[in-house]
C-alpha cells in the first residue's frame, strides 16, 4: 500500500501527463490540420523540399527535415509517410500517387519526369509558383465578387427584417387615425409588410426547399454546365470568369510542355486538373482529334465561348512551329495583364452598382416612414 501511494505521489509530482481532454484537443487541432491542407500548405510543403535539395540534400534527408520540423500535422503526416515509402525503396512520385487527399495527377505526373534528374527542385519551385499564381488570381477574383455578394444578402436580410419587425409597429400607430391619406409609397410598403407577414411561413418553406433543389441540381454535371455557361454569360463577371479559365489553362499547359510531356499526357493531366464541365468536354474533343493526329486547333476554332480566336490562332502557329511553349507565353503575357485590369475594373464598378441599389431601397423605406410621420403630425394638427 505504501509503494502505491509512494508511486501516486511521484506521478503528481513529476511529469504531465496527458489526459482524456487534452488527447481530444490534440485530435480535434490535428484534423483541423489535415482538412485545412489548403493550396498554401502545399506551396509550403514544394518551397521547403526544393529549397532543401537545391543544398544539396538528399532527398529522404529532406523528407526527415520536414518532418521533424514542420508544426503543420498534415505536412508533418505526409513527410513521415513519404519517409516511409522512400525508406523501403520508392520513388518520391510514388509516394505522392498514394497520397490522394493531398496531391493530384498533375502533382504525381511533373515530379514523375522529373524527379531522376538534376532538375527535381526546378520542378518542384515551377509548381510551388504555379500554385500560389492561381492561388493569387483566385483570391482576387473571389474578392470581386465577394464584398457585392455580402453587400446583397446583408440588404436583403435587412429589408426582410424591417417589414417583419420594424414597419409592422410604426403602420399600427397610423391604425388609430382612420382619416390620413398615406402617401404612395406608404401604402406600398404597408401592403409588403403585410403580405410578408401573412405569408411568411410559406416564404420560409419555398427559401428552403429552393435552397435543397439548388443544391440536388447544383451537383450534377449538366446543372454545372448550365450555371458555368450562365456565369460567362454575365456581363463583367463573365469577361473575368472566362480570362481566368484561359490564363489556368495555358499556365498549367505550359508547365506540362516544359516538362516534356506530349499533348496527350498534357490534356490528359488538363482534364483532370480543370474541374469545370464544360472544359472536361472540350478537352476531351480535343484528345479524340489528337487521337486521330489532328492538331488542337480543329477543336479550339469552334470553342470562342472558352477560347477566344486570338489564343486558339497563336496555338496554331505554336503547333505548326513546333514551339507551343513560346506561343502559350505570349498567350499569358496579353491575357494575365488583361486579367489583372478586369477585376480591378469590375470591383470598381460593381461595388458602386450594389452601394446605389442599396442607397435607393433605404431612400424608398425612408420616403414612406417619413411620409407617414408627417401625416400624422397633420392630422394632430401640430
Not at 152 to 181: H, N, T
Not at 264 to 284: A, C, G, K, S, V
Not at 343 to 352: A, F, G, N, T, W
Request: net charge neutral.
Amino acid at each position: 500500500m505504501k509503494l502505491m501511494v509512494k508511486t501516486e505521489k511521484e506521478n503528481t509530482q513529476g511529469e504531465y501527463k496527458a489526459g482524456p481532454i487534452d488527447d481530444i484537443i490534440v485530435s480535434t487541432l490535428q484534423s483541423i490540420d489535415r482538412w485545412s491542407f489548403w493550396t498554401k500548405n502545399k506551396i509550403l510543403f514544394f518551397k521547403e523540399l526544393a529549397y532543401l535539395l537545391k543544398w544539396w540534400i538528399s532527398l529522404f534527408a529532406a523528407i526527415q527535415l520536414i518532418w521533424n520540423t514542420s508544426d503543420n500535422f498534415a505536412i508533418k503526416e505526409i513527410a513521415r509517410t513519404i519517409s516511409g515509402f522512400l525508406h523501403r525503396g520508392k520513388s518520391l512520385s510514388y509516394a505522392l500517387n498514394r497520397l490522394p487527399d493531398y496531391f493530384d495527377a498533375g502533382d504525381y505526373s511533373l515530379i514523375k519526369t522529373w524527379e531522376m534528374s538534376w532538375e527535381l527542385p526546378m520542378i518542384l519551385q515551377s509548381l510551388a509558383s504555379e500554385y500560389l499564381y492561381i492561388k493569387d488570381m483566385k483570391n482576387k477574383y473571389v474578392g470581386a465578387l465577394l464584398y457585392p455578394a455580402i453587400l446583397l444578402v446583408v440588404a436583403v436580410v435587412a429589408v426582410f427584417a424591417l417589414f417583419l419587425l420594424v414597419l409592422p409597429s410604426i403602420f399600427s400607430i397610423a391604425e388609430s387615425y382612420q382619416s390620413l391619406q398615406l402617401p404612395w409609397v406608404t401604402r406600398a410598403l404597408h401592403d409588403i409588410s403585410i403580405f410578408f407577414q401573412m405569408q411568411r411561413k410559406i416564404m420560409i418553406w419555398v427559401i428552403a426547399w429552393l435552397g435543397l433543389l439548388w443544391w440536388i441540381f447544383f451537383s450534377t454535371e449538366i446543372w454545372k454546365k448550365s450555371w458555368f455557361t450562365i456565369l460567362l454569360s454575365i456581363p463583367m463577371i463573365g469577361k473575368m470568369t472566362k480570362y481566368f479559365y484561359i490564363v489556368k489553362f495555358c499556365r498549367y499547359m505550359r508547365l506540362m510542355m516544359n516538362a516534356g510531356m506530349s499533348y496527350i499526357q498534357t490534356f490528359q493531366l488538363l482534364r483532370d486538373i480543370l474541374d469545370i464541365p464544360i472544359y472536361h468536354d472540350m478537352i476531351e474533343r480535343i484528345l479524340v482529334w489528337l487521337n486521330k493526329w489532328e492538331s488542337i486547333y480543329n477543336v479550339l476554332q469552334y470553342e470562342s465561348a472558352l477560347i477566344p480566336s486570338d489564343v486558339a490562332v497563336m496555338i496554331k502557329v505554336g503547333e505548326e512551329t513546333a514551339n507551343l511553349s513560346n506561343s502559350l507565353n505570349n498567350v499569358l503575357e496579353m491575357y494575365e495583364e488583361d486579367l489583372n485590369t478586369t477585376i480591378m475594373r469590375s470591383s470598381k464598378i460593381i461595388e458602386p452598382i450594389m452601394l446605389v441599389f442599396i442607397g435607393w431601397l433605404v431612400v424608398v423605406i425612408a420616403l414612406g416612414v417619413f411620409g407617414l410621420i408627417l401625416q400624422i403630425m397633420e392630422g394632430a394638427g401640430m
